[in-house]
């Protein structure tokens, strides 16, 4: 099943790509952390001839390890896992690290970077992550820092030079690596804000340009367009909608965004409603499950259909599969509200969401957009492949039409049509492409049609 990832999360589609990044720094920081922290005292216990003692710093060396390994996966799971390793390798040096004489503990310091780095990367919905764990790594920290667990301490002590040098060296570190950690944390939210204060004044500068892939059908009709949205910063600069729709969605500028889409989706669909090649041609807009929270969507949806005086029957408004997971009886009743307004929907990205069949046929949607991941594989697996055409079958059963995203390449057309899948959009037919260069694909693409 493809995008496993998404669905068990239960993320939106957009809050995946950010979080990934976060997980990944902070499991490079803290796998570099181990590894260097491990190799030094491993080494320094050999150069006293403590072998038995070097033994312990090993184990900070495989977490460490493992921490860079799993830092490419950079999923919440990889991070729980490293967060327990480090957690337990700290515990076993801290509890050799018993004060004595006039040397301190130190090793414990540790737990205060790991408590910090569990709080501001785990999401604050994962309340075991980012409360209950920075919660035990406090109370375990407290814990040291009392003596309460130094009768767990080994009669063996590493030597006393070491163990002085070790306590200002640790203490150095743990302090470092927790600046480090709220520094991080700072540049990440100055660089949100400063996205987030640029992308409200986007709107109102005109910057949202709506770029437009079409949809065809196997006989090379086009049957409209789908609206793409992309941010033309001043610099010239244009960004596509991964870099900046999770942001807009944190923020609810989403709700701004997506109606000037729809406003310009609309604009196209009046110069279109005048000319015969292009007055039946429909603009499908995506639609955000945040905009679906405002209780004031319906109306503001209605409203810019309504102003432009365009046939709401040709706007067909996207949501994906995801979005319906939660709060679905008021998701339906806005789709079912704006159904009887006159616009269509269609379920975007399926194959990624979990959408029972009982669900699916409650759902006022006239069209399956079956997501990319499933056309690729269902060129290379058996199993892909059957379970596409059941779904072709289901939308079919239900009265619906499946759009195959994605398309490709000509091989993937074909095992389509085979499956009985009539609907594509792809780079294979044409990739998304500004107002202007539409028109003229159009027409060339009318022109050829005509001919052929
Ligand atoms: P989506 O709705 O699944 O849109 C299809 C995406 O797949 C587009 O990426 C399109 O450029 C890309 N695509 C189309 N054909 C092919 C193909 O043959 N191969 C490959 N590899 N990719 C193909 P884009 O434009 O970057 O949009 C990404 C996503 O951003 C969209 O995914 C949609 O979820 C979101 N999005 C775009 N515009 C809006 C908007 O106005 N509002 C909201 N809320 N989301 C939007
Ligand atoms: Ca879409
Ligand atoms: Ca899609």
Redesign the pocket.
Known sequence: MPNRARKWQGLP?FQEAPRRKKIGTILKLAGVSCVFLGLAWTLCYLYFDRAELAVGFTGLMVVGVLAITRSRHADGMSLLIVAHGVFLSVVGVAVIDAPIAWVPRSAHMFLLPLAAGAALTFDARERYGSLVFPLICLATFAAFAVGALDFLAPGTSPPIEVRAWGARSNTFLAMALLVVIFAIYRIDIGNRVRLERELGRAVRNGEIEVHY?PQVRGNGVVTGV????RWRRASGELL???AF?AQAEESGL?RDV?LE?LRQACVLLAQWADQPATHGLRVA????PIQLLDPGFVAAVSAVIGDAGVNPALIEL?LTESALSAETAETIEKMEALERFGVTWAL??FGTGFSGLSTLRTLPVRKLKID?DFVVEATTQERAQRLLGKIVEISQVMGMSALA????TSAQRDLLVGLGCDHF????FAR?MPKADLANWLQRHCLLAAAG
């Open positions: 589609k892939q789908e609206a793409l949205v596509p909608p991964g729709i989403i997506g889409v807009v995506n639609i955000s996207e975007d990205d990319r995203e994605g398309v490709e959009q792809g780079y294979l998304p």
